[in-house]
């Protein structure tokens, strides 16, 4: 074993990806900020125990975990921020008028690769909007995902809907299922395993079918909404789609509870034209204050690796050669006008070693 080396589902980013990945975390939260999110930046370890109960439904999360020896406590490093973000809304900003818009950006540490990633570590930023879930809140908070992306350049977007509470509000009502079955048999809906449904609850068969375009997907799931029960989700869910006609690519999957622990009624996973997996996901959910009270919230999540992995993030390289003995306001000149200049530090030094693409001579850049 080599102290060079990594473990497994860690890597280090280097240019021009570091370099990408910054630009485009800068470009989707200025966007956000443009929106009225303003940035929170919470702590990267915290008591587990804090973590794990904040929002209502989340599972025990698999995560990294330690005992720190300065508290004694068991402190865990986050795998996702949304739960931070609910936080710091309960209690430091519990004062705030509703709703409160922030922003965050930073590492999440996974205790195991996902589907969403081989990665461990990822860059997780996003936006949450605390204080409401109603369907406004959720257009607006779609509609920044959207926008956010768009001014990082990344074209060709599409999303994903999905009810993730579909099931346990058919089961409360018009579709009675016994509760310790209702686990089960969202996985096997989740797994589109007809099979499996059949033998737990056959009614719940045709919602396996109500998934694709969204049009269409929307039409038989309201053809099958036997009592009414879906009407407020359904409504609310081609509300939010109707805003986003034309511009993004829309697909409806009600039954989709991969990743959506603790999202209520409303959830979507977010793709991009040329990168594999998705790039992020959002939803309504419940942040559960210190005394007991709950609070509505709605936010998204974007992970930029993803992106920068498949060449969207723009890691055009544009570099400037600086001869040995140049004046340096020629070089400050240069600058100014955008270029990124790299001086020649030694006779011998040239600009293919210095990776540039152009090259400085009588004040003006010539192409090499
Ligand atoms: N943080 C969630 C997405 C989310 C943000 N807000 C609500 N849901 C995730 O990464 O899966």
Not at 43 to 53: D, N, P, R, T, V
Not at 71 to 97: E, F, N
Not at 139 to 161: P, Q
Request: a negative charge; charged letters at 25%; glycine letters at 10%.
């Amino acid at each position: 074993m080599t102290n060079a080396l990594l473990p497994e589902g860690f890597r280090d980013r280097l240019p021009p990806f570091a370099d990408a990945a910054a630009r485009l975390e800068q470009a989707v939260l200025g966007a956000a900020y443009a929106h009225g999110y303003e940035r929170a930046d919470p702590a990267l370890a915290e008591f587990e125990a804090g973590l794990a109960s904040r929002l209502k439904s989340a599972r025990a999360q698999d995560v990294v975990r330690f005992v720190d020896p300065v508290s004694q406590a068991t402190l865990a490093i986050r795998p996702d921020m949304t739960a931070q973000i609910g936080r710091i809304a309960a209690t430091r900003m519990g004062h705030h008028p509703r709703p409160v818009r922030l922003s965050y950006a930073g590492p999440v540490l996974k205790l195991r690769a996902s589907q969403l990633s081989p990665e461990r570590e990822l860059r997780q930023m996003g936006c949450e909007l605390i204080g409401l879930d109603t369907v406004v809140a959720a257009r607006e908070i779609v509609d920044v995902a959207v926008a956010a992306l768009e001014a990082a350049g990344v074209r060709g977007i599409s999303i994903d809907f999905t009810l993730p509470d579909l099931v346990a509000t058919l089961a409360a009502g018009p579709l009675p299922v016994d509760a310790s079955l209702i686990g089960e048999l969202s996985d096997r809906l989740d797994a589109k395993d007809a099979g499996g449904v059949a033998e737990i609850a056959p009614a719940y068969l045709p919602l396996i079918e109500a998934a694709g375009p969204f049009e269409p997907a929307h039409d038989r799931l309201c053809a099958f909404d036997v009592g009414g029960a879906l009407r407020s989700r359904l409504d609310g869910l081609w509300a939010i789609a109707s805003g986003l006609k034309g511009r993004v690519a829309l697909t409806l999957d009600p039954t989709e509870r991969h990743g959506f622990e603790y999202q209520t009624w409303l959830g979507f996973s977010i793709f991009a034209e040329g990168v594999r997996g998705e790039i992020g996901r959002g939803g309504s959910y419940t942040i559960v204050h210190e005394g007991g009270a709950e609070e509505a919230a709605v936010g998204f999540s974007l992970y930029a690796d993803a992106i920068v992995a498949a060449g969207l993030g723009d890691i055009d390289r544009r570099r400037l050669f600086v001869p040995l003995g140049t004046d340096p306001a020629i070089s400050a000149a240069m600058r100014a006008k955008g270029w990124v200049t790299v001086a020649a530090l030694e006779a011998g030094d040239t600009p293919e070693a210095q990776l540039c693409t152009h090259l400085l001579v009588e004040g003006e850049a010539r192409a090499l």
